[in-house]
C-alpha cells in the first residue's frame, strides 16, 4: 500500500503561498498578511491545533495571532469581540475553532464573519459559493485539502465512486460539493446509513470523516481503493489515530493517508493559502 503522506503536498502548497505573497507584496510592499485564531475556552485539541497553526503560517513566512476568550463568556460579549477582531483592518483572515460553547449561538457567529476573512468557509456566502462550484470564496481547509491531497498524487476523482463518510457542514458536506465539482460520483454516509461496510467497499476513493476512532477497518475498504483519513483522535496510550484502522488496510487499500502526517498536514497548508487570497482581496 503506498503511503500519501502530506509533507509532500503541504510544500506543494507553499510554492504557490510563495508566489502569491510575492504579488501581494508587488502591490503592497512589506505587507505580511495576518491570521487571527479565535478560541473560547482552553480545550487541549483546539490549543494543540492552534500551535500547529501559528507555527505553520511562521513557517510559510505569514504571521497568526491567537485571541482567546473566557469559556463562560456570555454570547453578547463574544458577539461583540468576535466583531472588533472581524473589523480589524490589521487582521487579514479569521479562523474559529468550534465547536463553540452552548451559550454562544454559533449560528450568528457564521453569518457576522466577513466572507473575505472567512478563511474556513463558515459563512453562509462562502457556503453557498462552495455548493455552486463557484471558486472565488472560501471552502472549508480540510475539505479543499482531501481534493488536493488526491489531485497532487495524481489519483483522478472523474468518473470514480467517490464514498464519504461523515455528513458535518465543516468536512463531508463541502467535501461532497468539490468532489461533485471534479466530477466524481458520489455517496454520503452517515449515522443511518444501511450497511455503511459494503456501502464503503463500493468505493474507489473512500474518505473517512466520521470523527470515531478507528472505524474503517479492511472489512470497508475494497481492494485498490484511495482512502483518505480525515479524522483525528488521541487514542488511551497517548498516540494519534483516525477515523481508518491503518494497519488492518494494508494488504486492501491502494493507496492511504497516515495519521499524523497526513491530511492534518495539508489543512494548515491550505489554511496558509487562504490567507494570502484573503491579502489578495483585501489589495485588489
Ligand atoms: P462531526 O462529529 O461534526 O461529524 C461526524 C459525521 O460523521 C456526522 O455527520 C455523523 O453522521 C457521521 N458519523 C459519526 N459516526 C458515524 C458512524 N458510526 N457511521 C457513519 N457515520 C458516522 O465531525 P467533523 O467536524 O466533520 O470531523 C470529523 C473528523 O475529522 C473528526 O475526527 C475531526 O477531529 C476530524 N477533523 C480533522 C481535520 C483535519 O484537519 N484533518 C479538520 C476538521 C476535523
Known amino acids: 500500500m503506498k503511503i500519501l503522506k502530506g509533507a509532500e503536498v503541504s510544500a506543494k502548497i507553499r510554492e504557490q503561498v510563495q508566489e502569491d505573497l510575492k504579488k501581494l507584496q508587488e502591490k503592497r510592499s512589506g505587507f505580511v498578511p495576518k491570521l487571527a ?9 483546539d490549543m494543540s491545533y492552534e500551535r500547529g497553526a501559528i507555527k505553520k503560517m511562521e513557517n510559510f513566512g505569514l504571521q497568526a495571532q491567537s485571541y482567546e476568550f473566557p469559556e463562560n463568556i456570555s454570547h453578547e460579549e ?9 473589523q480589524d483592518p490589521g487582521v487579514t483572515g479569521i479562523l474559529l475553532l468550534k465547536p463553540l460553547p452552548k451559550q454562544i449561538q454559533e449560528k450568528e457567529i457564521d453569518q457576522l464573519i466577513l466572507p473575505e476573512k472567512d478563511l474556513d468557509g463558515i459563512s453562509p456566502t462562502n457556503m453557498a459559493k462552495v455548493f455552486m462550484g463557484d471558486g472565488t470564496g472560501f471552502a472549508p481547509c480540510t475539505a479543499e485539502a482531501v481534493v488536493w491531497m488526491l489531485k497532487e498524487n495524481q489519483i483522478p476523482i472523474a468518473g470514480k465512486r467517490v464514498v464519504i463518510v461523515g455528513r458535518s457542514l465543516i468536512v463531508g458536506k463541502p467535501l461532497a460539493m468539490l468532489m461533485m465539482k471534479e466530477n466524481g ?20 476513493i473512500l474518505v473517512a470523516a466520521a470523527g470515531r476512532p478507528e472505524l474503517l477497518n479492511d472489512d470497508y475498504v475494497g481492494d485498490e481503493a484511495v ?5 483525528i483522535h488521541v487514542r ?3 498516540k494519534l489515530c483516525g477515523d481508518v484502522d491503518f494497519d488492518s488496510i494494508q494488504e486492501k487499500a491502494f493507496a492511504a493517508t497516515p495519521v499524523p502526517g497526513g491530511v492534518g498536514t495539508v489543512t494548515t497548508a491550505v489554511l496558509a493559502k487562504h490567507l494570502v487570497q484573503a491579502g489578495l482581496l483585501l489589495h485588489r
Open 37 to 45: 485564531i479565535v478560541r473560547v475556552g482552553e480545550n487541549p485539541d
Open 78 to 86: 463574544f458577539w461583540a469581540g468576535f466583531q472588533k477582531i472581524n
Open 185 to 204: 460520483t458520489v455517496t454520503v454516509c452517515h449515522t443511518k446509513t444501511a450497511d455503511l461496510p459494503g456501502t464503503c467497499r463500493q468505493a474507489e
Open 227 to 231: 482512502v483518505i483519513d480525515v479524522g
Open 236 to 238: 488511551e496510550d497517548g
